[in-house]
Nanobody
Framework: QVQLVESGGGLVQAGDSLRLSCAAS????????MGWFRQAPGKEREFVAA????????YDDDSVKGRFIISRDNVKKMVYLQMKSLKPEDTAVYYC?????????????????WGQGTQVTVSS
């Protein structure tokens, strides 16, 4: 069982940077694939980025690659999402998620554990 708590969201202007954090507790964190998803009003939850315990990363190329960086600290049981050059279309609730296995996938339904989400609002 893994519990996840996100933090770091807020209101920023276009072009600004923001770092989201996800604190994990429970057993087995180091071997879980971790991901960040986001959901804008009226839209489905979408994949942003994910990371294996080894540090190998996967990004949604179209929307965030080159601007967002996912990282993790297995000792501290933390996952981070560094976001730069933020755009109004990045506005959403951002969720941290964990799988029971190491393999990274982009489908939300394959993640077993979810945080409560943190709001990111980017003004133009």
């Amino acid at each position: 069982q893994v519990q996840l708590v996100e933090s770091g969201g807020g209101l920023v202007q276009a072009g600004d940077s923001l770092r989201l954090s996800c604190a994990a507790s429970g057993r087995g964190f180091s071997y879980n694939a971790m991901g960040w998803f986001r959901q804008a009003p009226g839209k489905e939850r979408e994949f942003v980025a994910a990371i294996r315990w080894s540090g190998t990363t996967t990004y949604d190329d179209d929307s965030v690659k080159g601007r967002f960086i996912i990282s993790r600290d297995n000792v501290k049981k933390m996952v981070y999402l560094q976001m730069k050059s933020l755009k109004p279309e990045d506005t959403a609730v951002y969720y941290c998620a964990a799988r029971r296995v190491e393999e990274v996938v982009v489908y939300a339904g394959e993640y077993s554990y979810w945080g409560q989400g943190t709001q990111v609002t980017v003004s133009s």
